[in-house]
């Protein structure tokens, strides 16, 4: 007997469960190397009934496994698409690709996107130029925003005086303020800027070199460095520096005892001038350099990282503004007849922290330093103080 040769290699007949769209079903016998698209033809021609006259018939339609929703690729073979016997598989026609829109219609999509467009400023400056105009006191505004740090220095600056003045009428103010003047000196001579020394030492400079340079620079690293170029060959370059208090304690002391109420009051104007001294401002070394690395002048930095309290961005952007407020401004104090200003002289703990020389100190601390405000905030004898002042702000500034 005579067997053909595709029948003996031909593959596993299996039986595909074919549904269409409009629910019609069947099963398809097919072998596992039967194409895909082979598969389909047939499933069209049962749907059809007979032969299909347009051959574009069969690319308009796919096969789509049910389980996992995949649509089988016409060049596979049924067994490259892992179907099994009684899987079911959707014939399903495609749909038409979406007609081109025509010129008229797309003038019209246009013109609603344009309708449905924001207005510009002007649009908005003509529809609302009938409207009657509100003044507002924009300088109020602001204020009335300015978060407490940015209102703190104005406020500081007139207490400053305040404090002075009541300190001045006390006939022990002399002893007080020589007591309160060594705590400002007990880390003075060993307060260098460690990131400005390392700069100097990496350039070879001695370190007690490098030390004496920068304290005689404010911290400056660029001044210092300039300082020790220039002493280079100076035979007292390593000498060290001079007690610059001990004439002044010793005025002090003269002062001290003297009952003359004059030299009493020039003494201590020396000594509110040397506490001044003692807590200029410290520009961040780093912050110093960086913002001089982009062609601006170091007086300029300086000035820039004293108005924005050592932020290097903050500093970097108004450098690049209007440089508002200016270095003048911040030694503006607050207006004495505004209701904030009388609200916190009347306040009982403000007045009598107002008598301490700590006080004193702490405020022109933190009018050089504002970063060292949370030191004073958390001293048993400042921190009630600022406390009163800051609530008595936001109570103001909430209404």
Request: aromatic share 4%.
């Amino acid at each position: 007997m005579f067997v053909q040769e595709e029948k003996i290699f031909a593959g596993k007949v299996l039986k595909i469960h074919i549904c269409t769209m409009d629910g019609t079903e069947w099963l398809e016998e097919v072998t596992e190397d039967t194409t895909v698209e082979k598969l389909k033809e047939k499933c069209l021609k049962h749907y059809v009934h007979g032969s299909l006259e347009d051959p574009k018939t069969l690319t308009h339609h796919k096969l789509i496994h049910a389980a996992t929703e995949r649509v089988l690729t016409d060049t596979k073979t049924v067994a490259d698409e892992n179907l099994k016997d009684k899987d079911v598989v959707l014939l399903i026609k495609k749909r038409p690709p979406p007609t081109p829109p025509k010129m008229a219609d797309v003038s019209s999509d246009e013109k609603k996107k344009q309708d449905n467009k924001a207005p510009d400023k002007d649009a908005i400056l003509k529809a609302t130029a009938s409207l009657s105009t509100r003044h507002t006191d924009r300088t109020v505004t602001q204020h009335n925003i300015r978060d407490f740090q940015t209102e703190l220095r104005k406020i500081l600056v007139s207490l400053i005086e305040v404090a002075q003045k009541l300190l001045a009428l006390n006939p022990d103010a002399v002893e007080l303020f020589k007591k309160a003047n060594a705590m400002l000196d007990e880390d003075e001579e060993d307060r260098v800027d460690e990131t400005a020394l390392q700069q100097l030492t990496e350039m070879g400079f001695p370190e007690s070199r490098a030390i004496k340079a920068l304290r005689l620079n404010h911290m400056s690293v660029t001044q210092a460095m300039e300082w020790l170029i220039e002493h280079i060959d100076d035979p007292s370059v390593d000498a060290p520096l001079p007690g610059q208090d001990s004439s002044a304690a010793a005025g002090a002391t003269a002062a001290a005892s003297s009952t003359d109420e004059s030299s009493r009051q020039d003494e201590l104007t020396e000594i509110f001038k040397r506490i001044r001294r003692k807590r200029e401002f410290r520009p961040d070394s780093r912050a110093v350099i960086a913002l001089m690395e982009m062609g601006f002048e170091e007086k300029e930095v300086v000035n820039a990282l004293r108005v924005n309290n050592n932020q290097q961005d903050a500093a970097c952007e108004w450098l690049l503004g209007d440089r508002k407020p200016s270095p003048e401004d911040m030694d503006k104090g607050i207006d004495t007849d505004s209701p904030l200003f009388q609200a916190i002289l009347e306040n009982p703990v403000v007045q009598l922290g107002l008598t301490n020389p700590k006080t004193l100190l702490a405020f022109e601390d933190m009018l050089e330093n504002p970063l060292n405000s949370t030191q004073w905030m958390n001293d048993p004898e400042t921190g009630p103080v600022m406390l009163q002042i800051s609530r008595i702000f936001q109570t103001l500034n909430r209404t």
